[in-house]
C-alpha cells in the first residue's frame, strides 16, 4: 500500500505562481509513476500532469503544458507540480495519484491510478 499526502495549495491572484508537493509513503518501491489530477465543482477529475518514477518522463494536458512543470525527488519520494500563470480556470481541488507497476498504463487515464491523495484546494482570483 502506498499514501500519498499532498501540501501547498491556497489563494493566489491570477498570473501568480504555487507549487504542490505530494509526499508518498509505504511501499512505494511498487510507483511506476506519479501524477496530478485536478477537479472544479461539477466538473469531473481531469488529468493535469504525470511523470514516470524510473525515466522521468512526463506528460501534460494541453491546459497546463508550458505553464505547469511535474518534477520528482526520488530519494525523498516526492513530486511537485510547479504551477505558473495561473488563471481563475486553474481553481481546483488538485489530486496527487501514484500507478502500480508491473502493468501497462495510459497517463490521463484516472483508472489506472492506484493510490490517491486526499487532495488540496488551488484557489485562483481574478
Known amino acids: 500500500q502506498v499514501q500519498l499526502v499532498e501540501s501547498g495549495g491556497g489563494l493566489v491572484q491570477a498570473g501568480g505562481s504555487l507549487r504542490l508537493s505530494c509526499a508518498a509513503s509505504g511501499r512505494t518501491v511498487n510507483v511506476a509513476a506519479m501524477g496530478w489530477f485536478r477537479q472544479a465543482p461539477g466538473k469531473d477529475r481531469e488529468f493535469v500532469a504525470t511523470m514516470s518514477w524510473s525515466f522521468g518522463t512526463t506528460s501534460y494536458a494541453t491546459t497546463v503544458k508550458d505553464r505547469f512543470t511535474i518534477s520528482k525527488d526520488n530519494a525523498k519520494n516526492t513530486a511537485s507540480l510547479q504551477m505558473n500563470s495561473l488563471s481563475p480556470q486553474d481553481t481546483a481541488v488538485y489530486y496527487c495519484?501514484?500507478?502500480?507497476?508491473?502493468?501497462?498504463?495510459?497517463?490521463?487515464?484516472?483508472?489506472?491510478?492506484?493510490?490517491w491523495g486526499q487532495g488540496t484546494q488551488v484557489t485562483v482570483s481574478s
Open positions: 495519484a501514484a500507478v502500480k507497476g508491473g502493468r501497462a498504463w495510459v497517463a490521463s487515464n484516472k483508472d489506472h491510478y492506484d493510490y
